[in-house]
T-cell receptor
Framework: GAGVSQSPSNKVTEKGKDVELRCDPI?????LYWYRQRLGQGLEFLIY????????KSGLPSDRFSAERTGESVSTLTIQRTQQEDSAVYLCASSSVLGRGRQETQYFGPGTRLLVL | AQKITQTQPGMFVQEKEAVTLDCTYD???????LFWYKQPSSGEMIFLIYQGSYDEQNATEGRYSLNFQKARKSANLVISASQLGDSAMYFCAIPNYGQNFVFGPGTRLSVLP
């Protein structure tokens, strides 16, 4: 079946502009996650959704970042007034359940490479 | 809070040889899982192998196996018969239950011909 998809694959924007990053999870996966990965570094957790709800938004770096999920499917990560430090790869993942065991395995999309000039 | 330590920033291995990538973790949970992911230069995170804390046997998936030592809180990844395509970053991860995964800093593996 289809895996996690993300769009756009690459995005170049000017400082101060808003950007929207999209994630389509694996069909039927109830949990969805966003991570940020700066060049040469590990994964930084941003936010997760259980269904359409995001119980904990404390991982978002600033109030310029927001995310939503609709129909227990597509999610959008929005960055307002982008800054150069926002340049990174934004990875989305989904899992069939939010819980314990192998079913919680997260499957990742290819990422969106964001460059803020 | 969960924590993952990967002490090897970089590793080299000769093609066809085996290599062990270290992972130690810290958790207060009694039941938990450990995950390993591979990230090639293309950037995608690829799930490799899962180990449950109460699994009686070490996990294996093809050329990947885990040397899981629960008392020492370590879950080292063993790659047998290394191939050039195994050159990548490798991340160990543990769930922060009800939320996200906590990833280690990763180990860059280079397979030499």
């Amino acid at each position: 079946g289809a895996g996690v998809s993300q769009s756009p694959s690459n995005k170049v924007t000017e400082k101060g502009k808003d950007v929207e990053l999209r994630c389509d999870p694996i069909s039927g996966h109830t949990a969805l996650y966003w991570y940020r990965q700066r060049l040469g570094q590990g994964l930084e957790f941003l936010i997760y959704f259980q269904g359409n709800s995001a119980p904990d938004k404390s991982g978002l770096p600033s109030d310029r970042f927001s995310a939503e999920r609709t129909g227990e499917s597509v999610s959008t990560l929005t960055i307002q007034r982008t800054q150069q430090e926002d340049s990174a790869v934004y990875l989305c993942a989904s899992s069939s359940v939010l819980g314990r065991g192998r079913q919680e395995t997260q499957y990742f999309g290819p990422g969106t490479r964001l460059l803020v000039l | 809070a969960q924590k993952i330590t990967q002490t090897q920033p970089g590793m080299f291995v000769q093609e066809k040889e085996a290599v062990t990538l270290d992972c130690t973790y810290d958790t207060s949970d009694q039941s938990y899982g450990l995950f390993w992911y591979k990230q090639p230069s293309s950037g995608e995170m690829i799930f490799l192998i899962y180990q449950g804390s109460y699994d009686e046997q070490n996990a294996t998936e093809g050329r990947y196996s885990l040397n899981f030592q629960k008392a020492r809180k370590s879950a080292n990844l063993v790659i047998s018969a290394s191939q050039l395509g195994d050159s990548a970053m490798y991340f160990c991860a543990i769930p922060n239950y009800g939320q996200n995964f906590v990833f280690g800093p990763g180990t860059r593996l280079s397979v030499l011909p």
